[in-house]
């Protein structure tokens, strides 16, 4: 399990982190989310054993975070880490070596990961020479070549075609399969909805969201019914608690008031042919437009 205890840290009068605690047991995925500048970037340092909080402990399996336990942890970063000079056969070699790792185990998961991503003919090819998205799978399979009991995943499907999404996509849930407890980060908030059991939100350094997103989710307001059939909008427009109607062909998205008007939304519509009524669970996006933009106010 990973431990986050009440991390903080500051840069100066800056406080990046504040406060921060969560854990993540094996075969978990928590997502973190919040916009640039909201202390994503300080944590994972944190993690890492990059920099020390100025309070606060962080432990994996109940070690402290130091160089021998690095060597079980795996990190796409946002910035990218390649050497463009070398190639992927001696990138790859390099960095199984920092991870205490032997040359013939790195170059046999090399050989299985370049399969998995068909790049089976890239092996003697140098960084620099390679596409993009060439590049994000070779980030990719260096943060996994120690088979990580920690993987962070920042940003990592930056630059790949819905096809190679798929194939990292797989390897992810092979590792999650395998029990690595995995961080994931991304803009994209339909991955987040995807791949994660627990989901913190940070903004500014502090928590405003931290729970399973099946909790999250539950909890959180109801405010759109979808409606398939033949409603009389102008008619249903005159209620007080209808705030909005949207029609797509034969389909009504309903903005209600309060979820508490769901029951008299129901009984109205009966009188309608209605072929559908389904009360909309908010995505992650809008929960995470909906807690942050609030702050903005």
């Known amino acids: 399990m990973l431990k986050v205890n009440n991390i903080s840290k500051s840069f100066g009068k800056v406080k990046a982190v504040d406060d921060l605690s969560f854990c993540v047991d094996k075969g978990e995925i928590l997502g973190l989310l919040g916009e640039n500048g909201a202390g994503k970037t300080t944590t994972f340092r944190m993690i890492l054993g990059l920099i020390k909080p100025d309070k606060g402990d962080i432990s994996l399996f109940d070690k402290p975070i130091d160089y021998k336990v690095t060597d079980n942890i795996g990190f796409v970063t946002e910035e990218r880490s390649l050497l463009p000079s070398l190639t992927v056969k001696k990138q790859m070699l390099l960095y199984g070596n920092l991870k205490s790792m032997d040359d013939e185990t790195i170059l ?164 309608y042919n209605i072929l559908k009524y389904e009360i909309k669970t908010p995505t992650i996006s809008e929960i995470f437009i909906d807690k942050v933009g609030e702050l903005h106010e």
């Not at 500014?204 to 059939?229: A, L, P, Q």
């Not at 949207?246 to 008299?264: A, C, P, Q, S, V």
Request: glycine share 4%; with cysteine; proline share 2%.
């Open 108 to 271: 046999d998961r090399l050989d299985y990961y370049l399969d998995k991503f068909n790049m089976t003919n890239y092996k003697d090819t140098k960084i620099k020479e390679l596409s993009k998205g060439n590049k994000q799978k070779i980030q990719f399979i260096t943060a996994c070549i120690n088979y990580p009991k920690l993987l962070i995943l920042d940003e990592p499907f930056t630059g790949l075609d819905p096809i190679n999404v798929k194939l990292m996509k797989d390897c992810i849930y092979d590792l999650k399969k395998d029990g690595t407890i995995i961080i994931f980060s991304s803009h994209q908030m339909e991955y987040i909805e995807e791949f994660c059991e627990k989901m913190i939100i940070l903004n500014k350094g502090k928590t405003i969201v931290n729970d399973s997103v099946k909790n999250i989710k539950n909890s959180y307001k109801k405010e759109y019914i979808e409606v398939i059939g033949n409603i009389d909008k102008e008619e249903l427009n005159k209620k007080k608690y209808i705030k909005e109607i949207k029609k797509n062909k034969n389909t009504y998205l309903i903005k209600i008031e309060d979820e508490k008007y769901i029951d008299d939304l129901y009984k109205e519509l009966e009188k």
